[in-house]
């Protein structure tokens, strides 16, 4: 039965999802999808995904990491890659092309794997000599890795160097960012609810304890850093490959992290339903502030930065503590019931 | 031979910079644990208090070494008054909340040092004035500049100076105990606000002289100028052993050697990465740095 | 049920959006009131000083063409967007501009990768965009709805090779660029080929990046090969320092850049610039009436001197007018065709678009000079295309 559930749940999610991108590629009779907005809501999803993504990492496992970026860097670039430098040739394979549903499909999947496991390889080598130490050695490293990271590709022609990638075919739609973007709520959902969370909530708690419990904290942590970079690469694979979006070592930088540290800290750092509001509200507001910020040069990010800064000493669990938006809560408010008798 | 000469001036030049900075990042840190992010901002910002008043003084069109010396030390009281008030309204609010809000705070607070000055310095560089002319020296075919002469004299003295501070004089015993335990301090009737306070004044007013010195050198001065550099002289402090004051003056010197030497070979294009490179490998083989290790005393 | 529920929730989230942002399209253009014509550039940022010139150049132009009465019987008004120097923003910008504000045809950007990624928006809806001084030679080579009104890099190398090798009799010369711009990387590139190409020395480019403020370690590797002429290729924020630390280092020869020198934190260089030489796409010394006419307009109502990004957008706003009286109408693919085969006469030089949607037009080289608390560009010479 609850397989069945779930499967169900499954299906209707990609239905949708495959209804939606439908209305956003071709529109229904005369109504289009304003491509403004569409661009928006795409740039959400990719946000989305970083931002729960880093929550893994910096809420659940209480390890702090601001070198998001890096990590979207090296996913997206290697993502771009497979699909400028192979795209055709696999898409030939299955005798069909890059503008072809079917071919389009296979290909971004392909492409997005490579890019999660080059992602991943790199979490595992920023992650095992810094995760032994103190807490701040990791940010300091990971900030100096995505450093590291931007260096290189601006020494890559084949990338596109300092021009950005922007030989990338747009193949990202809707449906992908999406599907992505829930995916990896699921993927974090599950995480913190298994034993694994348990294990990474113990090592926030106190990470001696956790060690004299018998628990190897640094496998752990590891093993979090690694699954949290390779979703940050496949947000990189989705954001480098959508329309007019090409990857920039310049737009892949310290301040690109920040901004997503400063969704989850906004939304509250460890819960999910916030990191996704946080995403979702600091991609709207900069937009909706375009004029505010034309006046005013830089303001943007002051606001971010006092954002920061107050959250941190007036309400550092941010806006929703740790605690979730779920049915099970809703209904909680709504008929004031024991979560128990619910279940 | 000159060539290599020459290079070994221009690395020693660039490593006092950062072992300028590089000596405040690593007080601030011995006595807090905090990792202050702000600190290179706040380079910045002595450097455009430098910038105004020299200025008002219009020490551009007549250059004067008492001038000089009054900008210095006027840049330095006005970020030694920034740096308390960050830390009285920023730092001290969360010096009690987890070790990742100090974190996020000071990212917050280097943040708003950056794009504040932006908003009120504008983005565009300015010319610093030069309060003292630039002379080069010229000695068998090696070239160096009086100001880049000074940035060295002057780190090596501050570097003294701390060290004499921090080890002979009563407030460096406080700074000592606080760094060791803040709680027993404490109740040993230290008053560690005071004390904290006092370290966040004195690392501020030498990032300023820094910014001061720095900007002499090489006269332009933008909001973002203390970014990167702050940055390589975090690193700096790490390399030669965080909270360990020659360590610092070592890890800059290496760093700048180290970047001149990258500039002129055929990998010039990987310079930035190096300080970052040579983190990570420090990490994985002396996590305490050069001179750092678990027994040596700290700050 | 509890994992599900984040995820639908997204999703409700989702569908909400996009009933919001159901709008009926219209294919009809507006054919009363204000013509809009989008401009996006780097107004914040460390492009800034491009984007704030480029703006009063395309705004100046804009009034002059409103004052004597518009376009088709209709004023033009200017949309501006800020895209805070990156590539990201630029492409936002344009979105907004072309879907939301329904522009007729967009102005910007000035650094070549920022015009790079939005080009493909207006190559999709078919709105014109005439980028005034991306050099990048791929810009234009997204499709046919990107135009262009200044020379493009492998000319401008050209025009650097040859002033070097002719005119300054150099045999042997280094290059410093900035790795993290192409405009840089794409211009060494070509002075490396043409100088080569003309029988000369080309000793392997050294490299930084902006924001950079030390380039003593690499200017001293430059020194011990003894170049005859230094190339900087990059922007005039670094140009500026690196002519002063050159000059500290006791290398006296002749420092020559590009375009993107023009800036005003090039005067942070100071009398370290004299003895350096910039190709430029106009100089304000040209008597001819129009440049004259610019320049002093530009002067009194900005008061200082206009520099050549304000030149270039004030030529592509005049292209724009032109080419909008000519196709008589506002609609995206008559307007391309229009610009298409333009042939007006501009501040920088007659515009003329030729089939790969770029304008040839020759290249001044001026030498900079320093005096008296301010920095002035003197013509030297003029190098055509061919």
Same mark, same amino acid.
């Given at each position: ?40 809501? @795409? ?6 995904? =970083? ?81 032994? =130490? ?112 090409? =990857? @920039? ?35 709207? =507001? ?58 | ?299 | ?15 909400? $959006? ?66 805070? $120097? ?122 930084? &990046? ?13 020194? &011990? ?11 005039? $924020? ?149």
């Amino acid at each position: 039965m609850r397989v069945t559930t779930k499967i169900l749940a499954t299906a209707a999610t990609v239905g949708v999802l495959l209804g939606l991108n439908y209305l956003f590629e071709y529109g229904f009779g005369d109504f289009r999808i304003n491509a403004y907005y569409a661009r928006i809501l @795409n740039l959400i999803g990719i946000n989305v995904i =970083l931002a729960v993504s880093l929550n893994l990492i910096n809420g659940l496992a209480g390890q702090f990491s601001i070198g998001h970026a890096g990590f979207m860097a090296v996913g997206g670039y290697s993502a771009t890659f497979v699909t400028v430098y192979y795209g055709r040739a696999i898409a030939g394979l299955l005798g069909s092309s890059l503008d072809d549903a079917t071919g389009a499909a296979v290909v971004m999947t392909i492409s997005l794997l490579t890019g999660a496991a080059a992602a991943a390889l790199a979490g595992l080598a920023v992650g095992i000599p810094s995760l032994r =130490l103190r807490g701040d050695y990791l940010a300091i490293v990971t900030l100096g890795f995505s450093e590291i990271i931007r260096v290189i590709i601006l020494n890559i022609p084949a990338v596109g160097g300092a021009t950005g990638f922007t030989a990338a075919i747009p193949i990202t739609n809707f449906f992908w960012i999406f599907a992505v973007a829930i995916l990896t709520i699921v993927i974090v959902r599950n995480i913190a609810a298994s034993t694994f969370g348990r294990v990474l909530a113990t090592i926030r708690g106190d990470e001696i304890a956790a060690e004299a419990m018998g628990i190897s904290t640094t496998r752990y942590k590891v093993l979090a850093f690694v699954i949290s970079a390779a979703l940050a690469g496949v947000a990189g694979g989705l954001s480098g490959q959508l329309f007019a979006n090409p =990857l @920039n070592p310049q737009n892949l930088n310290f301040v690109r992290s920040i901004e997503i540290i400063v969704m989850i800290v906004i939304g509250g750092i460890g819960s999910i339903s916030g990191a996704v509001f946080g995403a979702t509200a600091l991609t709207i =507001l900069p937009e909706a502030l375009r004029r505010l910020d034309q006046q005013f040069p830089g303001l943007r990010m002051v606001t971010y930065a006092l954002l920061l800064i107050l959250t941190m000493i007036f309400r550092p669990q941010g806006l929703f503590g740790r605690r979730e938006v779920s049915w099970a809560w809703l209904r909680r408010r709504g008929q004031d019931r024991p979560a128990a008798a619910i279940k | 031979m000159d060539t290599v000469l020459q290079q070994l001036i221009n690395g020693l030049s660039l490593g006092a910079i950062y072992a300028l900075i590089a000596l405040g990042y690593t007080m601030v840190y011995g006595v807090l644990r905090l990792i202050n992010f702000a600190h290179g901002d706040v380079y910045m910002l002595g450097a455009f208090a430098g910038y105004y008043l020299a200025n008002a003084l219009d020490l551009d069109a007549s250059p004067s070494i008492l001038g000089a010396i009054v900008v210095t030390l006027g840049a330095m009281a006005i970020c030694a008054v920034i740096g308390v008030l960050i830390e009285r309204f920023a730092y001290r609010p969360v010096r009690h909340h987890p070790r990742l809000a100090s974190l996020i705070t000071a990212i917050g607070v280097s943040l708003l040092l950056e794009y504040g000055g932006q908003v009120v310095f504008g983005a565009n560089p300015r010319f610093f004035p030069q309060m003292i002319r630039a002379e080069v020296y010229s000695v068998g075919g090696v070239q160096i500049t009086n100001q880049n002469l000074l940035i060295i004299v002057v780190a090596v003295i501050v570097m003294f100076g701390l060290e004499f501070i921090v080890h002979r004089t009563r407030i460096g015993k406080a700074m000592r105990a606080t760094s060791f335990n803040l709680s027993v301090a404490k109740l040993m009737g230290i008053n560690t606000d005071y004390v904290i306070a006092f370290t966040f004044a004195l690392g501020s007013a030498l990032a300023a002289a820094g910014g001061v010195m720095v900007a002499l050198a090489i006269p332009r001065i933008d909001p973002l100028m203390g970014l990167m550099t702050g940055l390589k002289a975090f690193v700096a402090a790490v390399l030669g052993g965080i909270g360990n004051i020659p360590g610092a003056m070592i890890g800059g010197v290496l760093i700048g050697l180290l970047e001149t030497w990258l500039s002129a070979t055929a990998y010039s294009t990987y310079r930035d990465a190096a300080a970052f490179a040579v983190l990570i490998l420090i990490l994985l083989f002396r996590p305490a740095g050069i001179l750092g290790s678990a027994t040596v005393e700290k700050v | 049920m509890d994992c599900a529920s984040t995820a639908w929730l997204l999703l409700a989230a989702v569908l909400l $959006s996009t009933v919001a942002c159901e709008r009926k399209s219209d294919g009809v253009a507006d054919t009363t009131g204000d013509i809009p014509v989008g401009f996006y550039g780097s107004l914040t940022g460390d492009g800034a000083s491009f984007g704030q010139s480029s703006r009063e150049g395309a705004e100046l132009a804009v009034d002059e063409l409103n004052a004597a009465g518009g376009v088709l019987g209709r004023k033009l008004r200017l949309l501006v967007e800020d895209d805070q $120097s990156k590539p990201e923003e630029a492409s936002n910008a344009v979105t907004k501009l072309v879907t939301q504000d329904k522009v007729v045809a967009v102005i910007g950007e000035v650094a070549s990768r920022r015009t790079l990624a939005a080009a493909p928006i207006a190559q999709r809806y078919q709105i014109p965009m005439i980028t005034p001084a991306s050099t990048n030679e791929k810009v234009t080579e997204v499709g046919d709805y990107v135009f262009r009104v200044c020379f493009i890099d492998p000319f401008q190398g050209e025009v650097l090779a040859k002033f070097a090798y002719n005119d300054l009799k150099a045999r042997k010369v280094a290059i410093l660029r900035d790795q993290s711009q192409d405009y840089s990387v794409g211009l060494t590139d070509s002075v490396a080929q043409h100088f080569t190409r003309l029988g000369g020395q080309v000793l392997p480019p050294v490299s930084y &990046s902006s924001g950079d403020a030390d380039f003593k370690a690499a200017l001293t590797r430059i020194r &011990s090969d003894k170049p005859d002429v230094l190339f900087a290729t990059g922007y005039y $924020s670094e140009a500026a320092i690196i002519t002063r630390q050159a000059r500290e280092l006791g290398m006296k020869m002749p420092i020559l850049g590009g375009d993107g020198w023009v800036g005003d934190a090039l005067q942070n260089g100071r009398e370290a610039l004299n003895n350096t030489y910039i190709s430029n796409h106009y100089s304000g010394d040209n008597p001819d009436p129009i440049v004259q006419n610019f320049v002093s307009t530009y002067k009194k109502r900005f008061n200082r001197d206009p520099d050549a990004i304000a030149a270039l957008a004030y030529d592509a706003i005049k292209v724009l007018a032109d080419s909008l009286a000519r196709a008589q109408s506002t609609n995206g693919p008559k307007l391309r065709e229009a610009i298409a085969s333009a042939d007006v006469p501009g501040v920088t030089g007659r515009l003329k678009m030729n089939a790969k949607r770029n304008v040839d037009k020759p290249a001044v080289v001026q030498e900079v000079t320093y005096a008296g608390g301010k920095v002035t560009f003197v013509y030297k010479t003029t190098i055509n295309p061919g």
